[in-house]
């Protein structure tokens, strides 16, 4: 994680689209599974400006410990590698894209971004999502348990459950309204029908990397380690199927018809300069347990990524209007660090696995600004948000689409982004 010469702000690309590119300056080149137009078949790939570099066609260009893992169709590979080998295969990118000596060889192998067709980066094996932003934890205990808005182990230990890895899809692919059992608060019994609070999570997904064995957990300072990258996530949630099932233990079909993950991964050898101190807890707040603290994590745990959520309608894209901007908040609204909930995920000697998925909750804020999700917004469906066009919505309707966006910002570094997280809400099947 250490800042190199790839981090550079004068550093610059010959494909020109590079150059002050919104998400993918050369200063990024996250990772990812795409197929060309006229491909049949998924691979690897990094993210230039507008167009996408083919890296199986340029392994005889790179280390010989990278190029076996870049031939697949996925990116699991790549991610069981040391950190090193992740370095090492980063910086070559960053010669053969910022070297003019190099065009001729490497032009060949680009492909148009807006022509592929992008993929998920790995194949899950699991997926887990926790609990962590405090802020939703606090906004939505508010509303079922106003005096007591965080159950007491919340600032103990990282919650979490473990979600369904076979229903993630990367961005772009339709969310289908699911059917499940709700029960109306004045109801006396429960009925079963298309969900009527269908809501999106603001989240950020962490893809891991070099795995541990079964039995042997994972130590807080060794944790960054064992993550390849980050992701933006969106754990779509029916809250009405939540509100009945989540008791006693915890979701369950509410959140397991799908998550949506934007497809590029960027590295956390690219996040290096954006490293933050994690906030100070509150006074009287515990001290955590001692596996979970580490002061050089607590000294540059965080992230300074900056996150947005947008919605466009059927009626608003049919008359051009713009998206609206449903909220702005930061990654680093949550109370545990990404190493936390790695080191407890594997604290009990649960054997984490290249390309497992870890959903970091829904991150929000105090204010109404940066809430991350619409039962958040709405206070539970009881207050409509007004969209320009004229429409109201208190939860997601069909035809409605989520957009999630990120960018990671510091000063004297240049932003890097993540690509859109989007995805359009289908009616529900007969």
Not at 11 to 38: C, E, K, M, R, Y
Not at 277 to 297: H, I
Not at 339 to 351: E, K, L, P, R, Y
Request: aromatic content about 8%.
């Amino acid at each position: 994680m250490t800042i190199d010469h790839t981090h550079a702000p004068a550093l610059t690309s010959w494909v020109d689209s590079a150059n002050s590119h919104v998400d993918f300056p050369i200063q990024n080149l996250p990772l990812g599974i795409f197929t060309p137009a006229d491909g049949v078949t998924p691979r690897p790939g990094t993210a230039i400006g507008d167009l996408i570099l083919d890296l199986g066609g340029v392994v005889s260009l790179l280390h010989d410990a990278v190029a076996p893992a870049l031939t697949g169709t996925t990116l699991n590979a790549l991610f069981a590698l040391p950190a090193e080998d992740r370095v090492a295969l980063r910086r070559r990118l960053s010669q053969l894209l910022s070297d003019p000596a190099h065009r001729t060889v490497i032009e060949p192998m680009l492909y148009t971004a807006a022509d592929c067709t992008m993929h998920l980066p790995a194949a899950i094996g699991d997926y887990t999502d926790f609990y962590v932003g405090i802020h939703h934890a606090n906004n939505v205990g508010r509303q079922f348990r106003p005096d007591q808005p965080l159950l007491p182990n919340y600032k103990w230990v990282p919650i979490g459950y473990h979600g369904r890895a076979s229903s993630v899809r990367p961005s772009g692919v339709p969310v289908i309204r699911p059917k499940g059992q709700r029960k109306p608060p004045q109801a006396e019994v429960p009925d079963y029908g298309p969900s009527r609070r269908l809501d999106y999570e603001l989240e950020m997904g962490v893809w891991i990397g070099l795995g541990n064995a079964l039995g042997e957990p994972i130590a807080i300072a060794d944790a960054g380690a064992h993550v390849a990258g980050l992701s933006l996530l969106n754990d779509w949630s029916a809250r009405d199927f939540q509100a009945w099932e989540y008791q006693p233990l915890g979701p369950f079909l509410s959140k397991n018809f799908h998550t949506s993950v934007s497809p590029w991964v960027v590295t956390v050898e690219a996040l290096a300069p954006f490293r933050i101190p994690q906030a100070a807890r509150p006074d009287g707040d515990p001290q955590p347990l001692r596996y979970l603290w580490d002061d050089g994590d607590q000294a540059s745990g965080a992230l300074a990524i900056e996150l947005e959520v947008h919605l466009t309608t059927a009626a608003m894209r049919a008359a051009g209007t713009a998206s609206h901007q449903l909220s702005r908040g930061v990654a680093s609204n949550m109370y545990w660090t990404i190493a936390q909930i790695v080191t407890h995920h594997a604290s009990n000697g649960c054997d984490l696995m290249p390309g497992d998925l870890l959903g970091t909750a829904t991150i929000s804020a105090p204010d109404d600004s940066g809430y991350g999700s619409l039962l958040e917004i709405s206070r539970g469906g009881s207050q409509p948000v007004r969209l320009p066009s004229g429409e109201t919505r208190f939860f997601l309707e069909d035809g409605d689409e989520v957009t999630l966006t990120a960018r990671a910002v510091a000063n004297d570094h240049v932003p890097i982004g993540f690509g859109a997280c989007s995805a359009t809400i289908l009616p529900a099947r007969l």
